[in-house]
């Protein structure tokens, strides 16, 4: 059996994939573990911090090999680096908190949890109704899993509460990740992203924002964000090409959601898209350089964007009536 998250994996996904194989051993069920392109920088100083030794293959080439194949807090097969053709002959399991996409589509079991704000407290709740007892490194990474998805509990779900209080009664405690400084190659390229950055205005105050970088295109978003845009779109690197969305509180109380522009990206190249309000991403297959996508969805989001704020801005209207 194998168990999957998204690539690039977050503390969310490393802490789903951990707790769900403690579930499994439970059961005398050894599960492999695969992260494509590895865990993000913040899941591995997660697991220094708390001194879990993580065995994580960085793809998952030959699914078909597997009988059973677990997927967590992942909607596309993009975001996993492969195709659902892939998948053909294994039995697929889907644990999310995400609008539902093809890979819940083809899933001989699903779980998913739209209402919960992470995939963490699903699994962890699911650990608690089976009985299950998890080692306190577990703990901790469960804690940290929903912290980070919940951005420090500001966005609560309707299993955050009840998977904290497990995880704390396992000895799991509040783990405050110390952030380093960025390395190097991350400040240079949220510079270089911002020297090539192009912006649009709509709504009177909404700032959208477009660039493209080689790779740490999250990384570019998010500080676009904390410059003063409230959507960043960033094209990054990847086969298929990333595509990174970030918005902000202003985008969101417009009606504009990063979920909703990754998947309007995605179609427009054929691709696939999805993620959080705030935070999505957009997978395409391209031969174009960059700075010609960058192009085309400088030519194209902000009359999307635009007209989503007047329809959300009309909806008020009407309920104000």
């Given at each position: 059996?194998?168990?999957?998250?998204?690539?690039?994996?977050?503390?969310?996904?490393?802490?789903?994939?951990?707790?769900?194989?403690?579930?499994?051993?439970?059961?005398?069920?050894?599960?492999?573990?695969v992260c494509p392109e590895g865990p993000s920088k913040l899941s591995r100083q997660?697991?220094?911090?708390?001194?879990?030794?993580?065995?994580?293959?960085?793809?998952?080439?030959?699914?078909?090999?597997?009988?059973?194949?677990?997927?967590?807090?992942?909607?596309?097969?993009?975001?996993?680096?492969?195709s659902m053709e892939d998948l053909e002959g294994s039995?697929?399991?889907?644990?999310?908190?995400?609008?539902?996409?093809?890979?819940?589509?083809?899933?001989?079991?699903?779980?998913?949890?739209?209402?919960?704000?992470?995939?963490?407290?699903?699994?962890?709740?699911?650990?608690?109704?089976?009985?299950?007892?998890?080692?306190?490194?577990?703990?901790?990474?469960?804690?940290?899993?929903?912290y980070y998805d919940t951005g420090r509990l500001k966005r609560i779900g309707i299993y955050t509460i009840p998977a904290l209080d497990y995880l704390v009664s396992m000895g799991g405690k509040p783990l405050l990740l110390e952030v380093e400084d960025l390395p190097f190659s991350?400040?240079?390229a949220r510079i270089k992203a911002a020297s090539r950055m192009k912006t649009a205005r709509i709504c009177k105050e909404l700032i959208l924002s477009f660039t493209h970088v080689g790779s740490f295109e999250s990384s570019v978003a998010r500080g676009l964000i904390d410059?003063?845009?409230?959507?960043?779109?960033?094209?990054?690197?990847?086969?298929?090409?990333?595509?990174?969305?970030?918005?902000?509180?202003?985008?969101?109380?417009?009606?504009?959601?990063?979920?909703?522009?990754?998947?309007?990206?995605?179609?427009?190249?054929?691709?696939?898209?999805?993620?959080?309000?705030?935070?999505?991403?957009?997978?395409?297959?391209?031969?174009m350089p960059r700075e010609e996508i960058v192009e085309i969805l400088y030519r194209s989001v902000p009359g999307k964007a635009a007209r989503i704020c007047v329809g959300a801005r009309g909806n008020e209207r009407g309920k104000a009536k």
């Open positions: 059996m194998v168990i999957v998250g998204h690539s690039n994996a977050d503390p969310d996904a490393l802490a789903s994939m951990i707790l769900l194989s403690r579930i499994l051993e439970n059961y005398g069920v050894e599960a492999i573990h997660l697991l220094g911090q708390v001194g879990i030794e993580q065995r994580c293959m960085d793809s998952i080439s030959n699914p078909r090999f597997y009988e059973w194949v677990i997927v967590v807090d992942t909607s596309n097969p993009a975001q996993l680096g492969i039995k697929l399991i889907v644990i999310d908190h995400h609008y539902p996409g093809k890979l819940s589509n083809n899933a001989l079991l699903k779980i998913i949890e739209r209402r919960a704000a992470s995939t963490t407290e699903i699994v962890a709740v699911l650990a608690e109704a089976l009985d299950v007892i998890v080692d306190e490194k577990t703990a901790f990474i469960g804690v940290a899993g929903i991350e400040r240079y410059l003063g845009a409230d959507v960043a779109i960033v094209v990054g690197g990847g086969t298929p090409t990333r595509i990174a969305v970030r918005t902000s509180n202003r985008a969101l109380n417009n009606g504009l959601t990063a979920r909703d522009l990754a998947k309007y990206i995605a179609e427009r190249f054929q691709g696939e898209g999805g993620g959080h309000p705030q935070a999505a991403m957009a997978h395409i297959k391209s031969d």
